[in-house]
């Protein structure tokens, strides 16, 4: 990946958290909601919006993250997900827009897959908002 470092990928969260702080997420009394975000061809990240502000979702994702910043509202879709053992390794971003009209997110992923080692994948991803049980 040319042109990319974790210093990068800092400044670029610590910007979204000024502008848009954590609890925001969807409107509480709102219809609950799951969403899938798919990428690399074949791999997915699977979640339910939480029905309450401020809280975060939980992901299935390997190795094991925890959602740290969760915002999807004003048509946008944001996550950040840490590892469990090293709060301090970003494991998931995922930074989408809405298609205007649909239920459909479009943006990038940036992901660490690796084991004891860095293993950095980015690029497009693409997300689908549905009712939670369909």
Same mark, same amino acid.
Request: aromatic fraction near 8%.
């Given at each position: 990946?040319?042109?990319?470092?974790?210093? %990068? #990928?800092?400044?670029?969260?610590g910007i979204?958290? #000024?502008f848009? *702080?954590?609890g925001?997420?969807? $409107?509480?009394g709102?219809?609950?909601?799951?969403? +899938?975000?798919?990428f690399?061809?074949s791999?997915e990240?699977k979640?339910?919006?939480?029905? %309450?502000?401020?809280?975060?979702? @939980?992901v299935?994702f390997? *190795? *094991?993250? %925890?959602?740290?910043?969760?915002?999807?509202?004003?048509?946008?879709?944001l996550?950040? $997900?840490?590892?469990?053992?090293?709060?301090?390794?970003v494991r998931?971003v995922?930074?989408?827009?809405?298609? %205007?009209?649909?239920? +459909?997110? @479009?943006?990038q992923?940036?992901? @660490?897959?690796?084991?004891?080692? #860095?293993?950095?994948?980015?690029?497009?991803?693409?997300?689908v908002?549905?009712?939670?049980?369909?």
């Amino acid at each position: 990946m040319r042109g990319f470092n974790l210093a %990068k #990928l800092a400044f670029i969260v610590g910007i979204v958290c #000024l502008f848009n *702080p954590p609890g925001n997420s969807l $409107a509480a009394g709102s219809p609950r909601q799951t969403v +899938t975000c798919s990428f690399m061809d074949s791999q997915e990240v699977k979640f339910d919006v939480p029905a %309450k502000l401020g809280d975060l979702p @939980d992901v299935d994702f390997y *190795p *094991p993250a %925890k959602v740290t910043l969760f915002s999807f509202r004003d048509n946008s879709l944001l996550l950040v $997900a840490m590892d469990v053992n090293d709060p301090s390794r970003v494991r998931i971003v995922i930074s989408a827009q809405s298609r %205007k009209g649909q239920k +459909t997110y @479009d943006g990038q992923f940036i992901v @660490d897959a690796g084991g004891n080692s #860095l293993q950095l994948e980015n690029g497009p991803v693409s997300c689908v908002a549905g009712s939670a049980g369909k």
